[in-house]
């Protein structure tokens, strides 16, 4: 069972830049597909990214496209959230999840990820 934990959160102004580490252990991490999901008293749960298990197929929210990035490196155990043009309305709990390694399809789905971290907040200052 693969365990998560979320790095490099953080308090930033509008417009500003942050970067979202999720290292991972584990066997199965790198056939795990990975998704990032955030949480706000405004929103709840909404998905923001998540990437396949080689990295070749990424999928967006709408309310971050364009403007966040998610990657991977296998040999590093480590996903990436790369976000850019902060608005406050980003604010959130950050979380990354992993798929169960049976699934290959990429899903904005919460209820389909069955591990999680522990969340690394992100605040945005207007």
């Known amino acids: 069972q693969v365990q998560l934990v979320e790095s490099g959160g953080g308090l930033v102004q509008a417009g500003g830049s942050l970067r979202l580490s999720c290292a991972a252990s584990?066997?199965?991490?790198?056939?795990?597909?990975i998704g990032w999901f955030r949480q706000s008293s405004e929103k709840g749960r909404e998905f923001v990214a998540a990437?396949?298990?080689?990295?070749?197929?990424?999928l967006y929210g709408d309310a971050v496209k364009g403007r966040f990035v998610v990657s991977r490196n296998n040999r590093g155990n480590m996903v990436y959230l790369e976000m850019n043009n902060l608005k406050p309305e980003d604010t959130a709990l950050y979380y990354c999840?992993?798929?169960?390694?049976?699934?290959?399809?990429?899903?904005?789905?919460?209820?389909?990820?069955?591990?999680w971290g522990q969340g690394t907040q992100v605040t945005v200052s207007s």
């Open positions: 999840a992993a798929r169960h390694h049976y699934y290959t399809a990429l899903s904005m789905e919460s209820e389909e990820y069955n591990t």
């Open positions: 584990g066997r199965t991490f790198s056939t795990q597909i």
């Open positions: 990437i396949t298990s080689t990295g070749r197929n990424t």
